[in-house]
């Protein structure tokens, strides 16, 4: 534990993964793998909190699927990200609120996922190549 401590807090080690994803391509599977781990290992209490959550927002928008289906998902990536631009405020505020609500520890990027890594997965999803319809946390 105080060794993965000690690794996932260095300094840079976001831009260093994001490098070391460019050079590689694909294979950021493992990547993913290792951190939900991490995860699994680390945070077993604040998992517990976020599935019982999750399980009550999944309630919640099985109750609203007629709505959901009426929504149209842009396959442009400049008008999908322009659209997470504008409900950014809107979606920190609410984190925070169900954070605060839910005694749960909140842990939010200082800035939405990067277009570069937009474009990793759109590019690699090779069931759905050069589409952003599957693109769901930019935010």
Known sequence: EELAH????????IQTADAVLAARGSGFENIYSAVWNLILLTEKEQ?????SAVAAL????EESKDDAARQTISDDVAELYLDAVSIWNS???LCRSLAHETKA???LPDQLKRLSRVMEKILLDSS???SCSKITDIV
């Open 6 to 13: 000690a690794f996932y807090t260095q300094d840079k080690i």
């Open 47 to 51: 998992l517990e909190v976020y599935m």
């Open 58 to 61: 999944k309630a919640l928008a």
């Open 91 to 93: 979606f920190r505020k």
């Open 105 to 107: 520890h909140l842990d």
């Open 128 to 130: 759905n190549t050069g």
